[in-house]
C-alpha cells in the first residue's frame, strides 16, 4: 500500500477534524462550556472545513454528517447569542 502526499483539500479537511476533536476534548476535559459559543463556533468550523474538503473528494455519508454537524451548531450558536 502507497500513500500519496496530502492535497490542500486534504490538509483542510484535517485542519477541520482537528478543530472538532479539540472542541470534543475542551468539553471532555471541562474546558469549554457545552452552552457557550466556543463550543458551537469550534464544532461549526470544523464541518464547514471538512464540508470544504468534500467537494474535491465527495463523500456522501461525511457530507450528511457534516451538513447536520454545520446545522446542529448553527443552532447551538443562536441560542448561545440569545442568552448574552
Known sequence: MTFDAPTIPDIIGLIGVGFILLTYA???LEKINPKGWRYSLGNGLGAILILISLF??????????????????VIGLWKAWRRD
Open 56 to 73: 474535491y473528494s465527495f463523500n456522501l455519508a461525511s457530507f450528511v454528517i457534516e451538513i447536520a454537524w454545520l446545522a446542529i451548531s
Open 26 to 28: 475542551g468539553l471532555t
